[in-house]
Each structure stands twice: as structure tokens, then as C-alpha cells.
T-cell receptor, first 111, second 115 residues
Framework: AQKVTQAQTEISVVEKEDVTLDCVYETRDTTYYLFWYKQPPSGELVFLIRRNSFDEQNEISGRYSWNFQKSTSSFNFTITASQVVDSAVYFCALSEDKIIFGKGTRLHILP | GAVVSQHPSWVICKSGTSVKIECRSLDFQATTMFWYRQFPKQSLMLMATSNEGSKATYEQGVEKDKFLINHASLTLSTLTVTSAHPEDSSFYIC???????????FGDGTRLSIL
């Protein structure tokens, strides 16, 4: 069975600090996809990244970076030089035949 | 980018009413649409997967007769909450994909409040 664990329920950091959101997944499939989504207070889900199971290259997009490690079944997300606008709930998700979401990490960026 | 429109964005109605929520893919054809439910401060729980022209596949514990899903075209899926009760109050959000493993594009969600 597939499972996504986001152990950090809530994180607070001061603006401009770096912060890493952890995501650990379980799957028996060799082919799968991993996602990160952002859900701001307004409620909509914003797609951030998709990574397939055969591509372990780390990715950087502006202040965002992702570290995919199959050996530890982790797909961690780092925000560098955080900003107040980064405050949101962040969901990690795993897709085999359907997408399963982790419970989310609520991130507070304090001014 | 791909846009998914969900309507209405919020609805308040009396207990016993049936409520229909629409999910449209505006600039692409969605082979598959997904319906999720999210309680406050909780994760998204998949309710059902619908493929155009076929019956929806419901997740365990989701009542098919309570939550009717219709995916009549490649751009429209509807979720009808029949005879809604206060415990059905939640945030319902849909997503659409061209294939199962493509990034899912989400609607903005519908906040349903049953009085």
C-alpha cells in the first residue's frame, strides 16, 4: 500500500531563514510519481513540482529546491531565504494509480 | 497553464438539500477527474476517481448513493451531494488530468456548509 508521511505538523521560522519540509513515502511500485503542493489560506492547491521515480536529480527553482533520495524514500523540500508569502500548508503526495496526500506541514514565516 | 474551474466556490444550504458541484477543465481535455474532501486542518482525502464515459471508482468508505459523480464529457465532472446533512459540511476540491500520472490541476474548491 502507498503511504506518505509528513512528520512535521507545524513549523515556524523567522523570515529569511531557510526551512526544510520532510516527506517520506512508502510504495511497492517501481514506477511512481512524487509531488509537492502548496495550499495558502485561501484554500486553492498550487502545484509546485512533480518527480518520477527514475529521476533522482535534485531540482532548484528560484528559492525552492527538492532533494529526492530513493535509498531513504524521501522527497524533501527546502525553501531558502523564506518570505512571509511562503506561509501556507504544504502537501507532499505520491502517485501510483491515484494520488495520495500526506497530512501536510503548516509553515509559518514570521516577519 | 492548465486551468480547472470549480463552481460554486461556496454554498450554504439547509439539511436535506441536494447540492451539485461542477468541475471543468477549461483549456485541456481531462481523461480523469478526481474528487477530494478536506476537513479543517486536515489533508485531502480522495473520494472517487472518474473517467469520462464510465462509472466513477469510489474509495472505501465513500457512499456511492450519497455522493453521485458524473463525468459526461472530457471537460466536465459533477459531484452531487444528495440529501446533505451537517456532517457533509466540508471543503470539496476537484482535480483533472489528461493521464493518471500527469500533474493534477486543481480547482479552487467548494466550501459546503449544511445548516
Amino acid at each position: 500500500a502507498q503511504k506518505v508521511t509528513q512528520a512535521q505538523t507545524e513549523i515556524s521560522v523567522v523570515e529569511k531563514e531557510d526551512v526544510t519540509l520532510d516527506c517520506v513515502y512508502e510504495t511497492r511500485d517501481t514506477t511512481y510519481y512524487l509531488f509537492w503542493y502548496k495550499q495558502p489560506p485561501s484554500g486553492e492547491l498550487v502545484f509546485l513540482i512533480r518527480r518520477n521515480s527514475f529521476d533522482e536529480q535534485n531540482e532548484i527553482s528560484g528559492r525552492y529546491s527538492w532533494n529526492f533520495q530513493k535509498s531513504t524514500s524521501s522527497f524533501n523540500f527546502t525553501i531558502t531565504a523564506s518570505q512571509v508569502v511562503d506561509s501556507a500548508v504544504y502537501f507532499c503526495a505520491l502517485s501510483e494509480d491515484k494520488i495520495i496526500f500526506g497530512k501536510g506541514t503548516r509553515l509559518h514565516i514570521l516577519p | 497553464g492548465a486551468v480547472v474551474s470549480q463552481h460554486p466556490s461556496w454554498v450554504i444550504c439547509k439539511s436535506g438539500t441536494s447540492v451539485k458541484i461542477e468541475c471543468r477543465s477549461l483549456d485541456f481535455q481531462a481523461t480523469t477527474m478526481f474528487w477530494y474532501r478536506q476537513f479543517p486542518k486536515q489533508s485531502l482525502m480522495l473520494m472517487a476517481t472518474s473517467n469520462e464515459g464510465s462509472k466513477a471508482t469510489y474509495e472505501q468508505g465513500v457512499e456511492k448513493d450519497k455522493f453521485l459523480i458524473n463525468h459526461a464529457s472530457l471537460t466536465l465532472s459533477t459531484l452531487t451531494v444528495t440529501s446533505a446533512h451537517p456532517e457533509d459540511s466540508s471543503f470539496y476540491i476537484c482535480s483533472a488530468s489528461t493521464v493518471w500520472n500527469q500533474p493534477q490541476h486543481f480547482g479552487d474548491g467548494t466550501r459546503l456548509s449544511i445548516l
